[in-house]
């Protein structure tokens, strides 16, 4: 009798899905039924839970969403995915924008700077060119005229020169002479382009005919360079070929001849001071005021300092461009090795 | 160093062990075996309250899923209990009743052991029980017959027949603790 009371107080696992379901439908062997029971009167949840359970309600029971709560918890970190991490691909480079805009922008600076130092370069340097570019065509002037009298020339015959092409006619085309005025075709080449040596066969040879047409040519070109419209600025030297033309040729009067920067640079001072006058009193604004400056260079050479610094200063307080700057230079470094 | 055990040696463990498990060790297994062993228990009493199917299924997974955060959350005794009540509870909720008390699941087994009681003491209460639930727990537990054939031979539901043997057995002892009691 003990042994059949003590089961009824037996403490059992619960019924297991398998066991709830063949207890539900019924197919549990009568054994196992008692046992089911005996469980189910002790258990006060598998009682409650075999009150609602049904064999249909049964077939709905899924684990999947714990699986999916869990892995979603914690993710599984696999080889193949941890590879790529691995490879160095975990940081994505953003592509760029304007691949080609760096270029653009680098190049479009590096014009603008140029243009910059261009325009600087000009503003300093570029005025203080024109007078030194006129120079340079009354300064060529002089070797080829040189040439073309043969004064230069070892073995040169002056007269025949002479004759052959009269030095007034050089002169005036070669102080007419501007590359830019000038059309390649009317731009003398033998004239302006030969050397010495070179002359000297020209000159040898005096082929008068070819002398004679290029003269003309040249002739022809002064007239239509006095077509230049006024916009274009002359060359300073100008002046100087219309004095020429004004005077007739003298072959004796070398001192006429010899331009005042060419005097200057000789240590004619004087000379090239009365010429300088001259140019202040009879040409433009502009050559007037360069005149004037070099006029004031003479006069500081010749030791007349206060006149000099008269003109300096007249130019400073009238004059514009370049010999007002040169002057005011000029003035300025006068003062500095005063006070030194 | 973590050694790697495989569901079925997690099947083996007690609820205890697969709390511990999980919230001291981390282990998801267990709460895989926890459903296994709880799951269609849960939904047949979500079933039971909420007499409908689909939100059956749906108040049993939120039940697990709670489940997760609360083991770590509180410190469970007894888990198959706690469960039970934690079903029961979210249930009453979803209806909008109120918690229901804690009752005991398991009334007897641990409570009682051979050197406690008699069997003198268990014929006493037994004598003491109505005759509905003395001839239940006689045929059931003495004669070894199944609900449906005492059903059968008292012409009432295999229910009726689980509640009056239910009863009965609690009864039962609580007859023997007074006797114990008195002895």
């Known amino acids: ?340 | 160093m973590k050694i790697q055990i495989t569901l079925a040696e997690y099947r083996k463990l007690s609820d205890e062990e697969l709390v511990h498990r999980f919230v001291h060790r981390n282990e998801p297994e267990t709460i895989h075996v926890l459903f296994e062993r709880y799951g269609h228990l849960v939904l047949g009493v979500c079933n039971n309250h909420l007499s409908d199917s689909v939100e059956a299924v749906a108040a049993t997974q939120k039940i697990f899923l709670r489940l997760l955060d609360d083991l770590k959350r509180f410190k469970i005794e007894n888990f198959k209990e706690w469960l039970f009540k934690d079903a029961t509870d979210y249930c009453r909720q979803k209806k909008g009743l109120k918690n229901s008390e804690m009752r005991p699941i398991v009334e007897a087994g641990l409570q009682f052991s051979e050197t406690l009681w008699s069997e003198q003491q268990v014929k006493t209460a037994l004598a003491e029980l109505p005759e509905a639930e003395r001839s239940c727990l006689d045929l059931f537990y003495l004669k070894k017959m199944t609900y449906e054939e005492i059903a059968a031979g008292k012409q009432v539901t295999t229910k009726e027949v689980k509640e009056t043997l239910q009863k009965g057995r609690q009864e039962l002892l609580l007859k023997i603790e007074l006797l114990q009691g008195v002895s």
């Open chain 1, 1 to 340: 009798m003990k042994e059949r009371i003590d089961h009824i107080f037996e403490s059992s696992t619960c019924l297991t899905r398998r066991q709830v379901t063949d207890y539900v439908n019924k197919t549990m062997s009568r054994e196992e039924c008692l046992a089911a029971e005996h469980h189910i009167n002790s258990c006060g949840f598998c009682s409650a839970a075999l009150d609602g359970l049904t064999p249909q309600i049964l077939k709905n029971m899924d684990n999947g969403f714990l699986k999916e709560h869990l892995s979603l918890i914690r993710p599984q970190v696999h080889l193949s995915s941890i590879a790529p991490t691995a490879s160095g691909n975990l940081v994505q480079r953003r592509p760029k924008k304007n691949a080609k805009a760096p270029l653009v922008k680098t190049s479009s600076i590096t014009a603008a700077l140029l243009l910059g130092f261009g325009v600087l370069w000009y503003l300093q340097y570029g005025s203080k060119l024109e007078p030194r570019t006129n120079n340079s065509v009354v300064q060529k002037s002089v070797p080829v005229s040189a040439v073309s009298t043969g004064a230069n020339l070892p073995g040169h015959k002056p007269a025949e020169v002479s004759a052959a092409q009269p030095q007034e006619k050089v002169v005036v085309t070669e102080a007419s002479f501007h590359p830019a005025t000038q059309p390649e075709q009317q731009r003398p080449q033998p004239l302006i382009t030969t050397k010495p040596g070179e002359e000297q066969t020209t000159a040898s040879k005096t082929e008068k005919p070819e002398a004679n047409s290029a003269i003309e040519t040249e002739k022809k070109a002064t007239e239509n360079n006095s077509d230049i419209p006024a916009a274009i600025p002359k060359p300073a030297a100008l002046p100087v070929k219309e004095e020429h033309r004004a005077t007739p040729p003298k072959a004796s009067s070398k001192k006429e001849e010899q331009s005042p920067q060419e005097l200057y640079e000789s240590g004619k001072y004087g000379a090239a001071l009365n010429i300088y006058k001259k140019q202040m009193s009879s040409n433009g604004s502009r050559s007037e005021q360069e005149a004037a400056l070099q006029a004031a260079n003479c006069y500081l050479k010749l030791g007349q300092k206060d006149n000099a610094v008269k003109l300096m200063q007249s130019l400073v307080e009238t004059g514009n461009g370049s010999p007002r700057r040169q002057a005011k230079r000029q003035l300025k470094d006068l003062e500095k090795s005063e006070a030194e």
